[in-house]
């Protein structure tokens, strides 16, 4: 299995985990322990098409650890899915929830392929079948998925519903990140945007930075990248640079936001026939200069090879794993205060907590209150990874990772080993 796993991003989880583990003094058995996957399923999707051929997707779905609790993470629909991409997340997953002192494990699960070219139809069959492949793995109390990349609140319910199929009974605690209508929280959808900005405004007040002074640059216009420019806007940072796949737009004096996001998501304009500023590549923006710099796409974007050209005073770190180790040292020694990834984008899986227990309850919770506690917990855990950086003297990525791997590691020992 270990070939299966050699990917970038796999490579990069561990060796994270290794640096933090070394400079903690990890027990070696739990290092040993905790380096691979709990668990991992890889099955065959068959789908018959809207032209009656049956295609075969590879699916995924992988627990990393579940001595504090359930397994917790998303599912992703994209191209670049492999066994090692998906354990990788599932390893950060696991640091995360612990870091936020969430009752869960690591998981994470994905299929091979671009939803873009499959029509509502294909895709629901898809989804069905891979819920149907991996059933064994998921429940509320096993492992409890939620969108990623790809997916969204529709492919959620279309799990909750096989799943609910399958039991007997309407299950809605098996997901998270569905329609309110069949038990989703207030909030979830922007829930990750909305804690980038709160680890970011802590972030400033600790560097003494006014924020209606500073400037936004935003790689990523998804579900987290476009949330989060708007709560930017909305607490006063000017948003210069946002962009997508293809590329993005400029304007040193501010973008409209509400104008861009009207036009790109409900309208479908593509970002590159949005008049709002100009047109620049990927690569450009992230050497923008700016106060925030928020990657928000894919992983391994920041690398040894553009780290030295970045402008920002702070990398808020939307994605995961944006920012390679070899990259890690050069921010470091421009003095770029980064908030990492298992920190500043935990706001998903904090909400994503919210409307579980909301479902366990059978009890809604306001926007207000969810918003209020997301807040609490998320500045909480980033008041805490700052004072042991300060402390240690070490990064805040690796506070952040020790303080997640600590809290995994005392479970591990309280518990023991079976048999």
């Known amino acids: 299995m270990q070939n299966e796993l050699d990917t970038p991003a796999f490579r990069l989880a561990v060796a994270q985990f290794d640096e933090a583990a070394k400079r903690m003094n990890l027990d070696r058995n739990l290092h040993q322990r905790l380096k691979l996957p709990q668990r991992s399923l890889m099955v065959s999707i068959p789908v018959r098409m809207d032209d009656g051929?049956?295609?075969?997707?590879?699916?995924?779905?992988?627990?990393?650890d579940m001595s504090r609790g359930p397994c917790k993470g998303g599912i992703r629909y994209h191209l670049g899915v492999t066994l090692g991409e998906v354990a990788a997340l599932a390893m950060w997953m696991t640091w995360k929830c612990a870091l936020a002192g969430l009752p869960y494990g690591g998981a994470k699960g994905g299929v091979k392929v671009n939803p873009k070219s499959l029509s509502r139809d294909e895709?629901?069959?898809m989804t069905r079948r891979y819920t149907a492949e991996i059933f064994p793995l998921i429940g509320p109390d096993r492992d409890v998925?939620?969108?990623d990349v790809g997916t969204d609140s529709q492919v959620m319910a279309w799990i909750m519903d096989t799943y609910s199929q399958q039991?007997?009974?309407?299950?809605?605690?098996?997901?998270?990140?569905?329609?309110?209508?069949?038990?989703?929280s207030l909030g979830r959808e922007d829930a990750t945007g909305r804690g980038v900005v709160d680890v970011t405004l802590a972030a400033m007040k600790h560097l003494e930075l006014d924020p209606s002074q500073a400037t936004v640059a935003i790689q990523g216009f998804g579900n987290v990248g476009s949330h989060t420019a708007r709560i930017m806007q909305e607490a006063g940072l000017k948003v210069v640079a946002v962009s997508d796949v293809n590329g993005g737009l400029?304007?040193?004096?501010?973008?409209?936001?509400?104008?861009?996001l009207k036009r790109y998501r409900e309208e479908g304009t593509p970002l590159g026939k949005i008049r709002s500023?100009?047109?620049i590549t990927n690569e450009d923006l992230l050497q923008l200069p700016c106060t925030v710099l928020v990657p928000a796409a894919l992983s391994e974007q920041i690398t040894g090879k553009n780290a030295d050209k970045l402008r920002c005073r702070i990398l808020a770190e939307g994605a995961n794993g944006p920012t390679t180790m070899e990259a890690d040292a050069i921010l470091a020694e421009k003095g770029i205060f980064v908030i990492p990834d298992i920190l500043a984008n935990s706001g998903g899986v904090i909400v994503s907590y919210f409307e579980w227990v909301q479902d366990a309850q059978r009890f809604g919770w306001k926007s207000k209150d969810i918003?209020?506690?997301l807040h609490d917990i998320i500045t909480a855990a980033f008041a805490r990874t700052l004072a042991f950086a300060t402390e240690h003297r070490t990064s805040m990525r690796m506070a952040a990772l020790m303080g997640g791997i600590e809290k995994v590691a005392q479970a591990h020992l309280h518990r023991g080993l079976y048999p």
């Not at 049956?54 to 990393?64: I, P, S």
């Not at 400029?250 to 861009?260: A, F, H, S, V």
């Open 53 to 64: 051929r049956v295609e075969v997707f590879t699916g995924y779905r992988v627990h990393h």
């Open 123 to 125: 895709l629901q069959r």
């Open 145 to 147: 998925p939620a969108p």
């Open 167 to 184: 039991v007997g009974y309407a299950s809605p605690g098996v997901v998270t990140g569905k329609p309110l209508s069949i038990g989703g």
């Open 250 to 260: 400029y304007n040193p004096k501010g973008l409209d936001i509400p104008d861009i």
């Open 277 to 279: 500023g100009d047109w």
């Open 371 to 373: 918003q209020e506690r």
